[in-house]
């Protein structure tokens, strides 16, 4: 899955970064920002793809720490001004 992340980032990146596309843009943000707590700790972004949400977070005053699998997708967060982390190891555990 991993590797198939990597193979299309390019594409999701520019996907991603269009405003006004996708339910992101139109409705899901905000809804999704209404029920994150306040800024205090760390905030952590688990699957933080290129940091479209953690952008947003951080323009709210949190501090973010992102974590994704695919090196291609940190690198597009980091070249914004992201804080992400890349996790080769990064696997579901088998329970």
Request: charged share 25%; net charge positive.
């Amino acid at each position: 899955m991993r590797r198939a992340w990597d193979d299309e980032a390019a594409n999701w990146i520019r996907w991603a970064r269009a405003p006004g596309h996708d339910s992101y843009w139109r409705f899901h943000a905000a809804r999704f920002l209404e029920l994150i707590p306040p800024p205090g700790r760390l905030t952590l972004d688990l699957g933080s793809g290129e940091g479209r949400l953690a952008r947003d977070l951080r323009a709210r005053g949190h501090r973010v720490l992102e974590l994704d699998g695919s090196l291609a997708m940190v690198s597009a967060s980091v070249a914004l001004g992201g804080q992400a982390v890349w996790s080769p190891t990064w696997r579901r555990s088998r329970s």
